[in-house]
């Protein structure tokens, strides 16, 4: 079993789940830690999480009707910039979620937050790890990305304001100015 697996079981099931509304909805795969996740501290190897992550993005992309307009204009999906907290480990066999949803946009870029989630002892939800990543559509024939509002309009959505940005969310785009005009 290998990440690859993980992949083609992920497309081939996300034609059969309902469809998202990208702007309300989350997307909410269900996983179990295999020995090839591991690193040598025998918990998921810090990589894992990132594309396990990507998981979530694809089936948002599919399930939210966007793959169509990805395939039909050969557009890119990139991840602009990426943030991640770890907070418990996750050890062998063991069962967990990652939920992504949208959270913000740009003019440009979609912000997506991704939790990593385990049941506890109590069955009560514990979260292994919390990421923000910046993303978007990179249309190679035009050089450059495709506006969000475009994006929404593909799958028949009216691109309104962004939510306004919780401090955490807030703080990642104010990072990614900083970074940007020190390149």
């Known amino acids: 079993m290998n990440l690859w697996l993980r992949l083609l079981h992920l497309i081939i099931a996300s034609f059969a789940r309902p469809r998202l509304d990208p702007m309300t909805d989350a997307s909410c795969l269900g996983f179990r830690v295999w020995p090839h996740d591991l690193d040598i501290s025998m918990h998921v190897n810090n990589s894992r999480y990132w594309a396990l ?61 991704h939790r990593v989630v385990t049941a506890g002892r109590a069955g009560r939800d514990i979260v292994a790890a919390v990421a923000l990543a910046s993303t978007g559509l990179y249309d190679r024939k035009a050089k450059c990305y495709v506006p969000v509002e475009r994006l929404f309009a593909e799958i028949g959505l009216v691109a309104l304001p962004s939510p306004e940005p919780s401090p955490d969310v807030a703080a990642f785009l104010a990072t990614g100015d900083v970074v940007r005009q020190a390149a």
């Open 53 to 113: 992550m990507d998981l979530g993005r694809i089936d948002l992309i599919i399930r939210s009707g966007l793959w169509r307009a990805v395939v039909r204009h050969r557009w890119a999906p990139i991840v602009n910039a990426a943030t991640i907290r770890f907070r418990r480990e996750l050890r062998l066999f063991r069962r967990f979620r990652v939920e992504t949803r949208i959270v913000a946009w740009t003019q440009t870029f979609v912000v997506m937050e």
